[in-house]
């Protein structure tokens, strides 16, 4: 946490809270917290925590009900639309086209993002081999497995080369070939300079990839820190033994 | 302009990997127009020609039977065959089998009751003009001879069919008693027969009828199944781009795509305008393939060719017109139902509807009154008021200018209650 905090700033969240029209209670309450550029910043907790609003809130998907997001070029806090064309969304839904090939799909959404032709080609095959799709990029996304179509969804959030990456389960449904592969490039990447925002429920996976870790429970954080920190401070010995402690063994909906 | 052409590409592979969409929006208008158009043209026939297949069972002894039968004959207006000798009692068994709408049954005294009639007047104008009557068999026996016609109809025969027939014999038998009685004067004044200037003067003394339809400009174009089926079919088609557009963007949306394109700015707007660029082409190409099948096909079938207007500009207008409203409504669809199946469900019921009350299957001008002011609602109704205007009555701005505002609003409308909803939904 020490090296990211001597680093600059690229998110900075206060007191942001969410209520939905016709909702009882908020769905996230006076959140506040800093991204630091080049971290890998995991948001975990049961379901209905708020994790999916806070992503989608940081991304500009969905408007805040009050407090403020500012986002950070050299150190310098900036419009919102000026860094969007730098970020990257992997949602949690296949977020493509099926009737179209992977190719399409990559085309399309990279010439939304405004690349030129040729360096457009390059990236899609570049990203294509390195997710080990090169032989399929001509194939329509319909026929593909569960795992294909994650690297696929992964791909698009990548194709405009983000400076911050949010990252909505990323792996969630794929086999240990696909998730190895995903994680694998995105610390590569990470090691390139992305910032990176995740969520899971895969917490071994996420106890090895974040550096820094935000519990959310009902809406608000309720401990935030990296993971040896965190499990030193409240003695436990994984994630899950951490999450089970500060949020309780009741079930969610 | 990239954005906006990667846009098109990508609406355009949608569109025809969306193969039941194009079977709906290209096929399935072709098929109705046809079977329609096939099988209303034998009404429109039969209004419009009055060609009522009759059976007419002469057992007339005497001439006018006859020259009742010549008459229907020479009338054009009914396809008639001819039998002598039948029982009146076999009469609605010879109508059934034999598939004729109406069977004439012509008695045995039909001539012999008309001459009775037409010597009783006979008698009573020459006794009126102080003339000496003439002595006859029957003389003081003033019985009247029972002999008119009978006619009888299949049950399926309209109504207005049957008073029109009723109409018609009762036209020519007027002129046939008439005639007898002329011809009963004059042979009780002396003469063996009508002579031929009074004859002359008798077929010449017809009222003529000029009828034509109602037009503002100087076309003739006559009302006929393809007018009314073709351009009727086409917005229908129009309408059902519903099915493909409103279950594309149901699907963009649950798939979590518009959410995508939500986080590359100002993608999610060209992703919009190049659906309704590619919408409005299947459109005008409905319209296009539709009219030419009504001009060039139809006629190698024995169908009426299809008349396109003389206005062109007016002929565009409420094309894009009505491209637009369907267009809109299925965006409008599209952006409010929470499923794929509520947009096909809720789209093809709806359309279904609005094209049943706007006339597209029975021209409204046959409907009641009420049902008339309902079809305005439709804003297929609209649609085919405006071709309408174009096709049967050679369209004026006037005319036209109704179905113009009620488009324009309905497509204003649709888009504003679209764009208010995305709105809503944060992806605008």
Redesign the interface.
């Known amino acids: 946490m020490t090296e990211f905090k001597q680093s600059s700033h690229i998110l900075k969240v206060s007191g942001i809270t969410k209520r939905y029209p016709k909702a009882d209670a908020f769905s996230l309450a006076d959140v506040s917290f800093d991204v630091f550029r080049g971290e890998k910043l995991g948001i975990f907790g049961p379901n209905g925590a708020g994790k999916t609003t806070l992503i989608s809130i940081l991304s500009g998907i969905l408007p805040e009900t009050s407090g403020e997001v500012n986002y950070f070029i050299d150190n310098q806090s900036t419009n919102f639309k000026k860094i969007l064309p730098k970020i990257g969304f992997v949602p949690q839904d296949f977020a493509l086209y099926q009737e179209l090939t992977a190719a399409q799909n990559l085309r399309y959404f990279g010439t939304m993002h405004g690349l030129k032709k040729t360096e457009l080609e390059d990236k899609i095959s570049s990203l294509l081999t390195i997710l080990g799709l090169d032989h399929v990029g001509n194939r329509k996304l319909a026929s593909f497995s569960g795992g294909m179509k994650r690297r696929i969804n992964l791909a698009i959030g990548l194709i405009n080369d983000p400076e911050i990456l949010f990252l909505d389960e990323p792996t969630v449904g794929v086999d240990v070939q696909s998730k190895v592969a995903i994680m694998t490039l995105l610390n590569e990447l990470n090691a390139k300079g992305t910032t990176m925002i995740y969520t899971s429920h895969h917490l071994r996976e996420a106890e090895d990839f974040c550096d820094r870790t935000l519990l959310l429970d009902n809406g608000r954080i309720i401990a935030e820190g990296t993971l040896n920190d965190l499990l030193k401070q409240h003695s436990a010995e994984s994630l899950e033994d951490l999450l089970i402690h500060l949020t309780g063994k009741a079930l969610r909906d | 302009m ?2 906006f ?3 098109l ?2 609406e355009i ?2 569109l025809l ?2 193969k039941v969409g194009l079977l709906l929006m290209y096929l399935m208008p072709l098929l109705l127009v046809f079977i329609i158009t096939i099988v209303q043209d034998s009404a429109f026939r039969l209004v419009n020609e009055n060609r009522l297949d009759i059976l007419i069972v002469n057992n007339d002894k005497g001439p006018l039977g006859d020259s009742l039968v010549q008459s229907m004959k020479n009338a054009g207006s009914f396809k008639i065959d001819v039998k002598e000798g039948v029982d009146e009692s076999q009469l609605a068994n010879l109508t059934l089998e034999g598939s004729k709408l109406a069977t004439l049954f012509v008695p045995a005294n039909f001539t012999q009751s008309l001459s009775s009639n037409s010597q009783r007047i006979s008698d009573a104008m020459l006794s009126e003009f102080g003339m000496e009557t003439v002595e006859r068999e029957n003389s003081g026996n003033e019985k009247e001879v029972q002999g008119g016609v009978k006619l009888i109809f299949d049950p399926v025969l309209q109504e207005s069919f049957q008073v029109t027939l009723i109409n018609n014999l009762q036209t020519m038998i007027s002129g046939i008693e008439s005639k007898e009685m002329i011809r009963q004067l004059y042979a009780d004044m002396g003469y063996d027969e009508i002579p031929s200037k009074i004859l002359k003067e008798l077929n010449r003394n017809r009222t003529k009828i000029v009828a034509k339809p109602a037009m503002s400009g100087e076309s003739a174009m006559i009302p006929n199944s393809t007018q009314h089926n073709v351009p009727a079919w086409s917005i229908f088609a129009m309408f059902f781009m519903v099915i493909s557009l409103g279950s594309n963007l149901v699907k963009e949306r649950l ?3 518009f ?7 100002g ?1 999610f707007l ?2 919009m305008f190049a659906k309704i660029a590619v919408y409005s082409f299947v459109a005008l190409t409905q319209l296009m393939i539709m009219f030419a099948i009504g001009v060039f096909v139809f006629p190698l079938i024995g169908l009426p060719k299809l008349n396109l207007p003389s206005h062109i500009f007016p002929f565009l207008l409420i094309s894009v017109l009505s491209a637009m409203a369907a267009i809109s409504y299925a965006a409008m669809v599209g952006t409010y139902a929470k499923t794929q199946e509520q947009a096909n469900g809720f789209g093809a019921i709806s359309i279904i509807i609005f094209a049943a009350i706007g006339g597209i299957w029975v021209p409204s001008f046959v409907m009641p009154d009420y049902m008339v002011m309902i079809s305005k609602l439709s804003p297929l109704h609209w649609c085919l008021e405006g071709f309408y205007s174009l096709f049967l009555k050679d369209g004026s701005w006037n005319q036209l200018m109704g179905p113009v505002i009620y488009l324009v609003v309905f497509t204003v409308l649709c888009q504003f209650l679209s764009l208010w909803k995305l709105r809503r939904q ?1 992806y605008i």
């Open positions: 990239e954005r052409k990667a846009s590409l990508k592979l949608l990997h969306d798939s979590g795509s959410v995508r394109l939500q986080t590359i700015p993608s060209h992703a944060h």
